[in-house]
Every structure is written in C-alpha cells, then in structure tokens.
C-alpha cells in the first residue's frame, strides 16, 4: 500500500475543484525520478524545479572539472543526487504544484493510482450523502 497526498486547485470561494484537476502524488521512492532526473520533473509538469536541477548537476560537473575531481568521486556524487531526487522528487512537484496555487488537502492510501483516486472520490461522494442527509433531515443509511 502507497499514501497519495490529494492536491486542489486554486478555485473561488465556495465552488469545489473540477475533479479532473485535482493531483494525486505518490509519497515514497520515485523509479522513474531516479532514472531520468530532469527529464521526470519536466515531464512532471515542475519547469522550475527541472530547470534548476539541471543547473546543479551543470555547475557541479563545472566545479568538478575545474578542481579535477575524479570520476570515480564525481559517480558517487551524481548517484547520491539521483538517490536524493528518488525520494524527495514527488514533494518538489507538490512544492511546484504549491508555487502554482494547488492545496494539499488530503491523504488516500492505495495500491496504484486508480485505487487511491477510487477510495478517494468514493469516500467524497459518501461523506457529501451524509451532508445532504443531514440537512435534509433524513437519517443517513
């Protein structure tokens, strides 16, 4: 089982987010960040953050070859960082999608994806049945 941080898009005052714009991201190891690094965050949406990870890797390989750091040193250096991305990757893309007016709402535990958007939406949808039950002033089932 994964938890997926629930992130809403900026709306008005009052009005529910559409539910296609609405991000789940996945906490824990990220395979694919590990592996493709900049091209993932880019991928993922998160320019900035893309960008500014290729700058470091950039000016570390710059500071590398100017102090004439070994390869050997500047491969630990370079899987370190991939290591590093692996786990933190999916909180800079929440940071990204926080920079862009996304709020992290809520916490879904699931297998994939598809199961976390499913308890998620199915426990919405329950819990805004037991609203309307409770205005209305039926009992709930």
């Known amino acids: 089982m994964a938890i997926f941080t629930v992130h809403f898009p900026p ?5 529910p987010p559409a539910p296609e714009k609405i ?9 694919p960040a590990f592996i493709f690094g ?9 320019w900035l ?5 290729t700058l470091l890797l950039v000016a570390l390989a710059l500071i590398a070859w100017k102090l004439r750091v070994s390869r050997d040193a500047m491969s630990w250096l ?7 991305l692996g786990f933190e990757g999916e909180r800079l893309v929440g940071w990204n999608l926080a920079r862009r007016g996304y709020v992290e709402r809520d916490l879904v535990i699931g297998d994939n994806l598809d199961e976390a958007e499913a308890a ?3 426990r919405h949808r329950a819990s ?6 409770d205005v209305a002033g039926e009992p709930a089932p």
């Open 23 to 31: 991000v789940f991201l996945r906490d824990g190891f990220s395979w």
């Open 49 to 53: 953050v893309a960008g500014l990870w």
């Open 78 to 84: 370079t899987l370190g960082l991939a290591v590093w």
């Open 128 to 133: 805004e049945r037991i609203a309307k039950d």
């Open 11 to 15: 709306t008005g005052p009052g009005k």
């Open 120 to 122: 998620y939406f199915h």
């Open 38 to 46: 900049p091209f993932w965050l880019a991928w993922r949406r998160a």
